[in-house]
């Protein structure tokens, strides 16, 4: 039987963490950008972490 393949779209989307905990990044960053405050899009531009309830789901999709 051949090896698992991981789901490539989810490798680009996501990234484990050294502690094991499954980062992505925040949606609304891709236009419309000028109305949007500073502090709002340096809040958009930072990484944050999976819920929990969804991080096993999307570590079998990577790591398949």
């Known amino acids: 039987m ?3 393949k991981s ?3 989810a ?3 996501f990234k484990v963490t050294g ?3 499954v980062s992505r990044r925040r949606n609304e960053m891709r236009h419309k950008l ?3 405050s500073s502090k709002r ?3 958009l531009s930072t ?3 999976v ?3 969804d991080e096993k789901r999307v570590k079998r999709l990577i790591l398949a």
Do not use: D, F, I, Y
């Open 2 to 4: 051949p090896k698992m």
């Open 11 to 13: 490798c680009k989307r």
């Open 7 to 9: 789901k490539r779209s």
């Open 19 to 21: 502690t094991g905990k």
């Open 51 to 53: 819920a929990r309830v």
């Open 47 to 49: 990484e944050a972490l």
């Open 34 to 36: 000028t109305h949007k």
């Open 41 to 43: 899009k340096r809040h």
